[in-house]
């Protein structure tokens, strides 16, 4: 008797994988932040339905549970691993440290660098795409670019730039060593106003690749706005903090910008007291990580 269920080949599947790819990489001017850069392994249909019974899971592929959720392996894979449960692929395991991840980094900082989907395109001088590590164990995402960000391009070298590697230090992370820091617009709202909520929308897919890209264990979300956007919220940076919320599945903790603790000195002891937080579940999670290091990527380091 002739089987009615349509039967697919592998390479089917690959073709179908690629166009649906291909449009979502169209629309976000870059790679999508929703397929990873290497698409899965497909399979025939019978050879599917053989693999799951192998597995236990019939009719499922290998590597995710009856629900289709990531196993417990790869949920708790270290820093610099694929925390969504994507597999590292033969060009990462052959390539010089650093080097396929760079590229990857480096073509959304080019992206950024290219933008004019807001206004503070026409203004800015630089954009601020972010700087750190290429496998960050930790993701800082700040709010924008000042003055200084704007004429040098690096995030957080002003004042509150050196405030906040001094907290960073504190708990341990180094964005030369161990973290990245990014912000929420890549380009300097005039006066330093607050972004706009266009503004962070126009950015918001440079920052969802960011983190696709850069796969940290942790974020560190520092101030207001930061928090809010990230997290698509309203709540208060007071009730927001000394709580850990979900991103994806990453852990994200919100404190006061350090302009804020600049401003008022009252703020230092609950920053503190987030970031001895912040530190715990970071030991948890990656133990060791304080002796982590990883290559360095800069937008003004060529």
């Not at 330093?192 to 440079?206: G, T």
């Not at 208060?236 to 350090?258: M, Q």
């Not at 008022?264 to 970031?275: C, G, H, I, T, Y």
Request: glycine content about 8%.
């Amino acid at each position: 008797m002739l089987s009615l269920k349509p039967q697919m080949k592998s390479s089917d599947k690959n073709i179908i994988y690629t166009l649906i790819k291909t449009a979502s990489d169209h629309i976000y001017g870059f790679g999508s932040p929703d397929f990873p850069a290497e698409p899965p392994v497909f399979y025939d249909d019978i050879e599917d339905f053989a693999s799951g019974e192998k597995n236990g899971q019939s009719g499922q592929f290998a590597g995710e549970n009856a629900a289709g959720k990531n196993t417990a392996a790869e949920k708790n894979t270290s820093a610099g691993q694929f925390i969504a449960g994507e597999k590292d692929t033969a060009a990462e395991k052959n390539a010089p440290p650093g080097q396929f991840a760079a590229g990857s980094v480096e073509s959304v900082s080019k992206k950024i660098s290219e933008c004019l989907r807001c206004a503070l395109s026409s203004t800015r001088k630089n954009t601020v795409p972010g700087e750190g590590v290429l496998h960050p164990v930790v993701l800082v995402v700040g709010e924008g670019p000042g003055a200084d960000e704007d004429a040098t391009g690096r995030p957080f070298v002003g004042p509150a730039g050196k405030l906040l590697d001094k907290m960073l230090l504190s708990i341990a992370l180094d964005r030369k060593k161990n973290c990245f820091i990014a912000n929420i617009v890549k380009c300097r709202p005039p006066n330093n106003r607050d972004p706009k909520p266009e503004e962070a929308e126009a950015c918001r897919a440079f920052l969802e690749a960011q983190i696709t890209t850069l796969k940290p264990a942790m974020i560190l979300a520092v101030g207001r706005i930061a928090s809010q956007n990230l997290l698509r919220t309203e709540t208060g940076i007071g009730r927001l903090r000394n709580t850990f919320h979900d991103l994806n599945g990453i852990p994200v903790l919100c404190t006061y910008h350090p302009s804020a603790l600049l401003r008022n000195e009252d703020l230092k002891r609950p920053a503190w007291e987030d970031l001895k937080m912040f530190r715990d579940k970071l030991q948890s999670l990656v133990p060791g990580y304080e002796n982590y290091t990883d290559a360095f990527f800069s937008p003004s380091v060529q």
